[in-house]
């Protein structure tokens, strides 16, 4: 049974309206909250949509300490049934939207192009279909499910051949995002993660350091239009068959970024899963030029569930807009769920993201930092405390209603009408 929950407009504008007296009692001017917590770009994940299997023929995703796991029914097939997913949950999903694309969703018309010989016009399906929703695009090398990845190893590979190959699909990736972001005249995030690593104990940790070190040199010296491509490098803490050692962990990956002046990738599944991110964002921007952060939920290990509206999402939120650091950190979504819906998996992340966006410009900061330099720091806590019961899910409604967007989870019964018309007839 399709229900649908939600109250007409006129009731969302009357809550509204009491709950804007409410914050304006603490200086906080509602509607320009609501602007500046749509207008923040947030990335998602094209990998979501098929399970990270792309379009190179294969069937499921292998190697590279990475898992989907899950048989939901209706994962897209092709590249036309993704871009419909994506511009379905998109219309559900208040804000600025961008896309983020992997190299093995390349379209090569069923010819087999190799990855080191990819080029933009492999990508020229998604550019035309960004162009017509006004998104964004961003991009990733993909160093995983692919025979030459096998080892365990890629950029950071003993054998020279090998490594050869990844590098330049290390190359050939950033010559396709910076002509993403020519056509599109805004710089495409280009990420690199690999999952090289070791299962058991390793007696040269420093070996495959320096061949990754010269790899990336080597690939992030090649020239590109820089004004249209953002370079940024993600680290791991282990993964599946690299459990005892990770050629990039984030130590390595830190003073890279930091030796080299370019942006570092934390992914809040990527650490310890007691550590959280926040306290590295102001550390680390304190020395390299910007962050792109991904979005996720780690259970045990990196898991990679569906980014929830958590303590630790609602943290990052509130320090990113306490810095007034959205010119310099890129946020994207990073996690792939194949059991439950997955158009319903970018939709819970996105909106949970957004949520905590806007409880963060919500905050009364101005009052806290008066405090906090006045030394009325038990003031400082108390204001922290109160604004946590503060009345945001009016607010809420009314971005959403701003956004023209689905109020409450309206949204559900709608995903239920997309996969009965379309994800049902998918085999």
């Not at 692919?146 to 051949?161: E, I, R, V």
């Not at 002509?179 to 058991?200: E, H």
């Not at 971005?399 to 009408?417: F, H, N, R, Y």
Request: glycine share 6%; charged share 25%; hydrophobic share 40%.
């Amino acid at each position: 049974m399709i229900r649908r929950f939600y109250t007409e407009p006129e009731a969302i504008q009357e809550s509204y309206n009491q709950a804007k007296v409410r914050y304006a009692q603490f200086g906080i001017d509602t509607d320009k909250a609501i602007q500046a917590a749509l207008n923040v770009p947030l990335s998602l994940h094209c990998w979501q949509g098929d399970d990270v299997t792309g379009f190179e023929g294969v069937d499921e995703l292998s190697g590279g300490g990475i898992l989907a796991t899950g048989n939901y029914p209706g994962r897209a097939r092709n590249g036309d049934e993704l871009r419909r997913d994506l511009s379905f949950a998109m219309s559900l999903i208040p804000g600025t939207s961008r896309l983020n694309l992997h190299a093995l969703y390349a379209e090569t018309g069923g010819k087999k192009v190799e990855r080191d010989e990819l080029t933009p016009e492999h990508f020229e399906k998604w550019m035309s279909w960004a162009k017509a929703q006004r998104i964004n695009l961003d991009f990733n090398p993909s160093f995983f499910s692919h025979p030459k990845a096998q080892s365990g190893y890629t950029l950071a590979n003993t054998d020279k051949t090998i490594r050869a190959f990844w590098i330049r699909h290390g190359k050939a990736s950033r010559n396709i995002a910076a002509a993403m972001g020519i056509q599109q005249n805004s710089p495409v995030v280009n990420n690199i993660w690999i999952p090289d690593g070791s299962k058991d104990l390793v007696a040269d940790r420093f070996t495959h350091r320096k061949l990754l070190t010269e790899a990336l040199d080597e690939i992030l010296n090649e020239p590109v239009e820089k004004k249209y491509i953002v370079d940024t490098l993600e680290s791991k803490l282990f993964g599946i068959g690299s459990e005892a050692y990770v050629v990039g962990s984030h130590e390595f990956y830190m003073g890279y970024a930091v030796s080299r002046q370019i942006k570092l990738c934390l992914d809040m599944g990527h650490f310890h899963p007691t550590e959280t991110i926040t306290d590295k964002i102001s550390a680390l921007l304190s020395f390299v030029p910007g962050l792109l952060l991904h979005l996720s939920r780690g259970i045990r290990w990196d898991s990679d569930h569906v980014a929830l509206y958590s303590d630790e999402i609602r943290d990052i939120c509130r320090e990113l807009t306490r810095l007034h650091a959205f010119d310099k950190v890129h946020v994207a979504l990073d996690y792939f769920d194949a059991s439950i819906n997955r158009i319903a998996a970018w939709v819970i992340g996105a909106r949970a993201f957004r949520k905590a966006l806007l409880e963060a410009f919500l905050e009364p900061i101005d009052l806290i930092r008066e405090a906090e330099l006045s030394g009325r720091l038990h003031e400082r806590l108390a204001l922290m405390e109160e604004a946590k019961s503060f009345p945001i899910a009016p607010i809420w409604d009314a971005l959403c209603l701003a956004a023209k967007t689905p109020v409450g989870p309206d949204w559900l019964s709608m995903i239920q009408e997309y996969e009965e018309k379309e994800l049902s007839h998918r085999l």
